[in-house]
């Protein structure tokens, strides 16, 4: 029985009682409120029966107000226990955790067809689970099904480990200052377009960022950058055969370059300077040896502190970032594009966690020479001219290509 109802029944059993003659004090002390609505009803009236009628009629108004003011009680406590739960931007985020890859299936068993892989540490969005324990998902081009089993969903950890963030700039010139103020020194500039890694995100609540440049690291602000996530994802079963035939043939091309450099190189040592290349002054450069990367990364480093000349390609007297790379190379015989896009399509590609030194770091609108441990040499800009910068990530890799 609801609340109001039974104030109704307290009010007609006072009532009786009332009328029957047999008081309203004992009852009074059971009832509570409602013998004080009898004892107005008696008042008003001398006979119980008269003023019956009127002290039912408040009774049921004081039971309707009270019934209001329990509800309004109970909404208020609810309004107050009701926190908003904001789900994570990882809790769909699916990561393989696998010796090498899971397969995608076409339907959520192992008799169905293989749509594709997913490496380990790769990344996929759960679309939905099925009751016999599989994740439809979807990743790059390939939307399937995984093992559950082989993945682990929601974990932010793991997601921030196996991926990099990073930001967009938005804005004409974009400072990156020295503190997380609009007060503070400024590092450097960066141009609209342009793709930084983001080193630390705990302070994008308070409107800042901090990225990696080739200065060094400092802040940004949020207002001026889109933030964006990348992981690895799934190769689907035509991408795989692409990259495979295209790395086979890249492997037979580099190795028959490698083959006429060497046999170039041997006839040369005695009389090659190491400049020929760059048409600048040979007195203090040692020549090339041997044919690898190793020899590639320490031949190149030589030209350190050298100036950066838009176009050029003189090793000693100005260079650009291209053409740095296109002399440095060609002092071992090979022959490569002046021109960043143009590089990228050199040699054969190779993974960043495989890059040795030698290899070519190619960005958007720039390349550098891989020297090892996370460094590059390469033709910086007009200010710092021929550098290493000690971090190979300072701007979004777009591939990186073996020659040797």
Known sequence: MNYRMKRIASCLLAGAIVISGTGVGTYGAQTGGVSAVIATGLSSNGSPAAGFSKMLSQCLIESDKAVAEAAAQA????????????????????????????????????????????????????????????????????????????????????????????????????????????????????????DFVV???????????????????????????????????????????????????????????????????????SSSDGTSSSGGSSASYAAPSGSNGQAVASYASQFIGNPYVYGGSSLTNGTDCSGFVMSVYAAFGISLPHSSSGQRSAGYEVSLSEAQPGDIVCYSGHVAIYMGGGQIVHASSPSTGIKISGNVHYKTILTVRRIF
């Open 199 to 269: 080193v630390d995100d705990s302070m994008k609540d308070s409107g800042w960022v901090i990225v990696t440049t080739e200065e060094g690291d400092g802040y940004v602000s949020t207002d001026y950058v889109n933030l964006w996530t990348d992981y690895v994802t799934a190769e689907s079963k035509a991408e795989e055969e692409a990259r495979l035939a295209k790395e086979e043939a890249e492997r037979q091309a580099a190795a028959a370059a490698a083959a006429k450099a060497k046999q170039k190189s041997s006839k040369n040592s």
């Open 75 to 194: 909404e208020e406590q609810v309004s107050e226990n009701d926190v908003p739960v904001v789900a994570s931007e990882y809790a769909d985020i699916a990561i393989a955790q696998v010796d090498n890859y899971v397969n995608v299936r076409s339907e959520p068993n192992t008799d169905s067809e293989v749509l594709g892989k997913l490496y380990n540490n790769s990344a996929a969005t759960v679309l939905e689970t099925t009751e016999d324990g599989w994740y439809k998902i979807t990743s790059g081009s390939v939307t399937g099904y995984v093992k559950c089993e082989y993945v682990v969903t929601g974990d932010e950890e793991l997601a921030k480990k196996v991926s990099t963030r990073y930001a967009t700039v938005t804005t004409t010139t974009l400072y990156v200052r020295m503190e997380p103020s609009t007060e503070a020194g400024i590092l450097t500039m960066l141009g609209e377009g342009d």
